[in-house]
């Protein structure tokens, strides 16, 4: 996978991101999404912390959440959702389209990985209108390693997701078909609005 192909899909995904946010009525940035108890807001305010934070402060901040990392993302989340402004949090996403932050280790994958995935937390949450390009979806899918599936800890034992718009698949089972972007949202332990999945072992990861 070309490393400029995928930067340039960044700069896409946050683009096309900030198109859809900047359309939103007020009331929409308080519409849940696929993370717990996250709104469009905190879910934008989560995004963006890394072009607002320093490595510095972001490293007090894991201090103070004890060395918790989800713990200091939901804390620095809802603490900057309830301070900026839509206009602001959109402001952050806007100005930094092209910025160059990946996760520690994750590279410009896992930058990519990481605004398509809480990208989909919010459209398919809040049941807007969005589909992120095949595409794009592949470059994810294709760039996940056992170690990343592993890490939202998704029992997929037993079930075959299957893409119905990509020549692609994942274990063996019971048939699991939907978008590649809903299967890549399985993946990542979130369970989706009715209707989104098709096969056997659809009720099994729907809400």
């Known amino acids: 996978m070309n490393e400029d192909d995928v930067r340039a899909a960044v700069v896409a995904e946050r683009g096309e991101q900030a198109d859809l946010l900047a359309s939103l009525r007020p009331e929409q940035w308080d519409a849940p999404t696929l993370c717990d108890n996250w709104r469009v807001r905190e879910v934008v305010a989560h995004t963006t ?3 607002r934070t320093s490595l510095g402060r972001t490293l007090l901040e894991l201090a ?7 713990r200091m993302a939901d804390q620095c989340a809802r603490r900057d959702a309830a301070k900026l402004s839509p206009e602001k949090l959109l402001a952050s996403l806007r100005d930094n389209v092209a910025h160059p932050w990946a ?3 994750g590279g410009v994958h896992g930058a990519l990985s990481h605004d ?3 990208g989909l937390d919010i459209t398919v949450g809040a049941g807007l209108n969005r589909q992120v ?3 794009r979806v592949a470059m994810v899918l294709t760039g996940m390693r056992p170690k990343n599936i592993a890490f939202f800890g ?9 893409a119905t718009d990509l020549d692609w698949s994942h274990g063996t089972g019971t048939p699991l078909r939907g978008l590649a972007q809903d299967l890549l949202l399985v993946l990542c332990g979130r369970r989706l609005p009715p209707g989104r999945l098709e096969g056997e072992a659809a009720p099994r990861f729907s809400q």
């Open 49 to 51: 912390m890394p072009f």
């Open 64 to 70: 103070k959440a004890r060395g918790n990392f989800n």
């Open 103 to 105: 996760p520690p280790g």
């Open 116 to 118: 398509v995935i809480h």
């Open 133 to 135: 390009p095949p595409e």
């Open 154 to 162: 998704t029992d997929l034992a037993g079930v075959s997701l299957q």
